[in-house]
């Protein structure tokens, strides 16, 4: 089947404005999991969702940043007044709680550029 | 909190031959996962292989394997017969629980020469 997909693929949004990414998890996955690549860094963890419920969202750095989702499919992240330091690949995870140990599948990512 | 240390930025290895990359970490748990990713330029992240803390035999998968130094919190991959495919970045990861966030380092670029 599909795997996790993202969109857009590529962003570029003006210092300020609010920018939406999406995520589409691996059908039947309850956990789906959103992640931060800074250039040349590894990645940060944002937040957690199993199912629609969000039981870790310790990652998300402010205020500015959200994430809601539908069920156990589509996840948004939403970044208000966006800042340079923003800039940064946006990844998505998720992941069946059914299996014996849980991987993670990643979806390609968003590339978002302030300017 | 879990740290996740990668000390080497950059490696590089000559096609068929073998490398090993380097993963230390800290936590205070007992039981826990540590993985490997491969990222490659297309962003993907691909799992390479997966280690579970109580497991004592190291992992293998084909061409990969790891040395597992539970006391040490040490956690290497060695890569045998290196392919130039095999050219990505790689990143050690930490899991607390099975399903849990990945506590990831900083990643070793890795490029194998023809």
């Known amino acids: 089947g599909a795997g996790v997909s993202q969109s857009p693929s590529n962003k570029v949004t003006e210092k300020g404005k609010d920018v939406e990414l999406r995520c589409d998890p691996i059908s039947g996955h309850t956990a789906l999991y959103w992640y931060r690549q800074r250039l040349g860094q590894g990645l940060e963890f944002l937040i957690y969702?199993?199912?629609?419920?969000?039981?870790?969202k310790s990652g998300l750095p402010s205020d500015r940043f959200s994430a809601e989702r539908t069920g156990e499919s589509v996840s948004t992240l939403t970044i208000q007044r966006t800042q340079q330091e923003d800039s940064a690949v946006y990844l998505c995870?998720?992941?069946?709680?059914?299996?014996?140990?849980?991987?993670?599948?990643f979806g390609p990512g968003t590339r978002l550029t302030v300017t | 909190a879990q740290t996740v240390t990668q000390s080497q930025p950059e490696m590089s290895v000559q096609e068929a031959e073998t490398v090993t990359l380097s993963c230390t970490y800290d936590t205070s748990e007992s039981n826990y996962y540590l993985f490997w990713y491969k990222q490659p330029p297309s962003r993907q992240m691909i799992l390479v292989i997966r280690?579970?803390?109580?497991?004592?035999q190291n992992a293998t998968e084909n061409r990969f394997s790891v040395n597992f130094q539970k006391a040490a919190k040490s956690f290497s991959l060695k890569i045998s017969d290196s392919q130039l495919g095999d050219t990505a970045m790689y990143f050690c990861?930490?899991?607390?629980?099975?399903?849990?966030?990945?506590?990831f380092g900083e990643g070793t670029q890795l490029t194998v020469n023809p």
């Open positions: 995870a998720s992941s069946s709680r059914f299996e014996g140990l849980s991987e993670q599948y």
């Open positions: 280690q579970e803390a109580y497991k004592q």
């Open positions: 990861a930490f899991a607390r629980t099975s399903g849990s966030r990945l506590t």
């Open positions: 969702f199993q199912g629609n419920s969000a039981p870790d």
